[in-house]
């Protein structure tokens, strides 16, 4: 099965040539081009990964991520960025990227994070839904 | 003094700091595109060789984006390197309109972050002043900056000059102003510091809702050779 990702970026020609690139690998792209059009995008859809600009107009990546994760914990973010520094890259792990890649990022480690943050997410929800079940059946049992 | 000097010091590199950062980020975003669409070049010429036809107007898009790319990154650059030179000389004749627009070029990155919208009423006759053009263009990016913070609502900050050539000033308006912001306008160290050096002064204006820089009568500004760096807006 295919990945199913959302292109975060502000940079238009960045965004078309990225989603060209990953369509060719099989990958299903959808592409936003501020952090509140993303965040509208995933309210009605779900993804495997996010790979979203750091610095955009309006909604910082900082604030964009908290949002996103306050909204969809299950969502693995890559966080894309001209320069990143370790202090960022830190607070930025901690409110829970899942990766950081420094702009021109190697397409094919990038590739290889989308895979790892689809698998990832696949435990995530796995867990999740066994944590549901494991509830209702608590419920019905006692 | 060297109190002073040591604040102008330290606001200088922190303003170069800035502007260099924000100038190289823009290069690194048309590298990464550059790098990307070469990367798709790769992906067809592999394609190829497995038997896939090569289109030739996909090649050609691939070349034309590349080359978009390239001239941003070269139109950065220049005014990159333009914006060093601005610390070649300790005092210089400038036009004020075209310092302006040039440090709103310099900065367009940093004002597109924030979604403001500037925009500029060009001066009657132009308005020169001699002073040191690093410093110049650094009180005229605090400006901006106050301005665009102070601003809300649509977001839309207005630019404009006296029209007194022997006077010259800048003046910054914002069609909706947060509450309280206009009471505390440039009190800092470093904005002092950068005023007195250049020898101007802040003034609200009547409507409350800006502020202009203002530079004194008393002294003759003429123009020199070495005015016309700037570019025009737009």
């Given at each position: 099965m295919s990945e199913k990702v959302l292109l975060v970026d502000d940079e238009k020609e960045f965004l078309e040539i990225m989603s060209e690139r990953m369509e060719e690998r099989g990958m299903e792209v959808t592409t936003a081009e501020s952090a509140d059009q993303a965040l509208s995008i995933i309210e009605k859809e779900s993804f495997d990964a996010i790979i979203m600009d750091f610095q955009m107009p309006g909604m910082?990546?900082?604030?964009?991520?908290?949002?996103?994760?306050?909204?969809?914990?299950?969502?693995?973010i890559i966080l894309l960025t001209g320069y990143a520094?370790?202090?960022?890259?830190?607070?930025?792990?901690?409110?829970?990227?899942?990766?950081?890649?420094?702009?021109?990022?190697?397409?094919?480690?990038?590739?290889?994070?989308?895979?790892?943050?689809?698998?990832?997410?696949?435990?995530?929800?796995?867990?999740?839904?066994?944590?549901?079940?494991?509830?209702?059946?608590?419920?019905?049992?006692? | 003094m060297a109190k002073d000097e040591n604040i102008l010091a330290q606001e200088g590199m922190r303003f170069f700091g800035r502007m260099s950062a924000s100038a190289t980020h823009e290069i690194k975003n048309a590298l990464a595109t550059i790098s990307e669409?070469?990367?798709?070049?790769?992906?067809?010429?592999?394609?190829?060789?497995?038997g896939h036809p090569l289109s030739p107007e996909r090649i050609n898009d691939?070349?034309?984006?590349?080359?978009?790319q390239v001239q941003r990154a070269d139109r950065v650059l220049r005014k990159l390197n333009r914006f060093s030179h601005s610390l070649d000389l300790s005092t210089e004749s400038a036009d004020l309109e075209k310092t302006v627009c040039f440090v709103l070029d310099l900065a367009s990155r940093l004002i597109d972050m924030q979604e403001v919208t500037v925009e500029l009423t060009p001066p009657v006759s132009p308005l020169m002043v001699v002073n040191n053009l690093f410093y110049l263009e650094n009180m005229i990016w605090r400006a901006i900056e106050t301005a665009c913070g102070a601003a809300e609502g649509e977001k839309q900050v207005m630019i404009s000059f006296g029209t007194d050539s022997a006077a010259p000033s800048i003046w910054f308006s914002?069609?909706?102003?947060?509450?309280?912001v206009m009471n505390d306008l440039f009190g800092s160290k470093e904005d002092r510091a950068i005023m007195a050096y250049l020898d101007i002064s802040i003034e609200k204006n009547i409507e409350n809702n800006g502020f202009g820089l203002l530079w004194p009568r008393h002294k003759r500004y003429k123009e020199k050779d070495n005015v016309g760096k700037s570019i025009a807006c737009g």
């Open positions: 910082d990546g900082m604030e964009a991520l908290k949002a996103i994760k306050n909204k969809k914990p299950e969502l693995q520094t370790v202090e960022k890259t830190v607070e930025a792990m901690k409110i829970g990227a899942t990766d950081f890649l420094e702009k021109p990022a190697d397409f094919e480690a990038l590739a290889e994070k989308i895979k790892k943050a689809k698998a990832d997410k696949m435990l995530i929800v796995e867990k999740q839904t066994e944590e549901k079940i494991k509830d209702i059946l608590k419920r019905l049992g006692g | 669409n070469v990367g798709l070049m790769e992906d067809l010429s592999m394609m190829a060789e497995k691939i070349s034309q984006r590349v080359n978009r914002m069609e909706t102003v947060k509450d309280n």
